[in-house]
């Protein structure tokens, strides 16, 4: 476990992007036990449309949601709770498609420095 991931389980950082490496267990139940009222666990995707399906049904987008980065980014930036999303074995979709992959951890970065408190979580092997 990383000093920043430390820092989110005890509420002195709210944001980011945390890489976590494949045994780090129970993260879902410690991140709602420290304060964030969503916590959502993005299963294993290899495209952009599987990220779209999965985030869209966990986060509960509207049936008109996009399925582009800009609709996920509006999307995204409605969410008013602290919402933690766990992206399990993302170098599934990451290495065969890096560019895709770039493109979409922009936006979860950008999301991240703005609005409502909002964290990224990278689970697996790089």
Do not use: C, H
Not at 10 to 37: F, K, N, Q, T
């Amino acid at each position: 476990m990383t000093e920043d991931l430390d820092a989110l389980l005890d509420g002195s950082r709210r944001s980011g992007v945390y890489r976590i490496g494949p045994g780090e267990s129970s993260l879902a139940g410690r991140l709602s036990a420290a304060g964030w009222r969503t916590v959502v666990v993005v299963e294993p995707f290899d495209d952009l449309n599987g990220f779209y399906d999965r985030i869209a049904g966990d986060l509960g987008f509207p049936g008109y949601f996009g399925r582009n980065l800009d609709a996920l980014w509006d999307s995204l930036t409605d969410l008013i709770d602290p919402t933690a999303v766990i992206i399990k074995d993302w170098s599934r979709f990451a290495v065969p498609q890096p560019a895709d992959w770039q493109r979409l951890l922009s936006v979860l970065e950008d999301r991240t420095r703005q609005g409502a408190p909002f964290a990224v979580l990278l689970t697996g092997p790089e």
